[in-house]
């Protein structure tokens, strides 16, 4: 990793399970910001959408991604609320396993809108296992101060112990 | 009650809170209005298949082939 790559903060989430994980106070002294995750969620499936939005903003988010699930390819158009950057892996996949994502915000602090790319694999030893690619906008001026990763698709699930989530901000010089 | 982990980036301090019922709420209610989006646009997208084989149906009963049913996707 280029050493202008510098950990920001890193959250695993306790024996309680959490429902969203959100990092606040995010200095605006870097060019772009990086989110790995590796995330196991408690729904009774396979996986669980993660949704993530920004400074607390539930309006103007535009992203499209494709899904491969094992068996198909599938384009998605994602909702405007908050932006669905992977899937979880969730109760149904082998015990003890995590997912991997990766979420990049090029130019984070800037007055332009604001873009995304992502990607994200699920794990399961079993037939059905999902990875998705995308992009995204948040269409909005505002600097990004804060990220939540939690699971609005559905209101009531969380991550399970040990799903951990790591902010990296990217310097170009 | 749901717990939230904020890691406050400044400090690297983390704080696990219980939702307060009001965020509770709201999150139900932002999952409600999703699954409402969802399941119109997979009955928008279900109406535009089944639109879909109904004209080649009609196609074929004129006599097209399926390759010149095909050519004209």
Redesign the interface.
């Given at each position: 990793m280029a050493n202008t790559y510098e950990a920001i903060a890193t959250v695993t989430v306790g024996s309680g399970g959490a429902a969203t994980i959100e990092f606040t106070s995010i200095p605006a002294t870097y060019t772009d910001l990086l989110l790995l995750t590796s995330l196991r969620g408690d729904r009774s499936g396979v996986t669980q959408a993660v949704s993530l939005i920004v400074n607390g903003s539930t309006t103007t988010y535009t992203h499209k991604y494709i899904r491969g699930d094992g068996s198909s390819v599938i384009s998605f158009t994602g909702g405007s609320g908050w932006m669905n950057p992977g899937q979880a892996t969730a109760a149904s996949s082998t015990s003890n396993t995590f997912s991997n994502g990766k979420i990049y915000i090029p130019n984070y602090a800037s007055s332009n809108n604001k873009s995304f790319s992502f990607e994200d694999v699920s794990e399961n030893n079993g037939t059905e296992a999902y990875a998705t690619l995308g992009v995204g906008v948040w269409s909005n001026a505002s600097a990004i101060t804060s990220i939540e990763l939690g699971q609005r698709d559905y209101g009531s699930l969380k991550f399970v112990q040990y799903s951990t989530a790591t902010l990296y901000g990217i310097k170009n010089s | 009650m749901?717990?939230?982990?904020?890691?406050?980036?400044?400090?690297?301090v983390?704080t696990?809170l219980e939702?307060t019922a009001e965020e509770?709420a709201q999150?139900?209610a932002?999952?409600?209005?999703?699954?409402e989006?969802?399941a119109a646009?997979e009955a928008a997208a279900q109406a535009k298949a089944d639109a879909k084989a109904s004209a080649e149906a009609k196609l074929a009963a004129l006599g097209l082939t399926a390759d010149e049913i095909a050519a004209l996707n």
């Amino acid at each position: 990793m280029a050493n202008t790559y510098e950990a920001i903060a890193t959250v695993t989430v306790g024996s309680g399970g959490a429902a969203t994980i959100e990092f606040t106070s995010i200095p605006a002294t870097y060019t772009d910001l990086l989110l790995l995750t590796s995330l196991r969620g408690d729904r009774s499936g396979v996986t669980q959408a993660v949704s993530l939005i920004v400074n607390g903003s539930t309006t103007t988010y535009t992203h499209k991604y494709i899904r491969g699930d094992g068996s198909s390819v599938i384009s998605f158009t994602g909702g405007s609320g908050w932006m669905n950057p992977g899937q979880a892996t969730a109760a149904s996949s082998t015990s003890n396993t995590f997912s991997n994502g990766k979420i990049y915000i090029p130019n984070y602090a800037s007055s332009n809108n604001k873009s995304f790319s992502f990607e994200d694999v699920s794990e399961n030893n079993g037939t059905e296992a999902y990875a998705t690619l995308g992009v995204g906008v948040w269409s909005n001026a505002s600097a990004i101060t804060s990220i939540e990763l939690g699971q609005r698709d559905y209101g009531s699930l969380k991550f399970v112990q040990y799903s951990t989530a790591t902010l990296y901000g990217i310097k170009n010089s | 009650m749901p717990t939230k982990l904020i890691v406050d980036c400044s400090t690297g301090v983390t704080t696990e809170l219980e939702l307060t019922a009001e965020e509770v709420a709201q999150r139900e209610a932002d999952a409600a209005a999703f699954a409402e989006i969802k399941a119109a646009e997979e009955a928008a997208a279900q109406a535009k298949a089944d639109a879909k084989a109904s004209a080649e149906a009609k196609l074929a009963a004129l006599g097209l082939t399926a390759d010149e049913i095909a050519a004209l996707n």
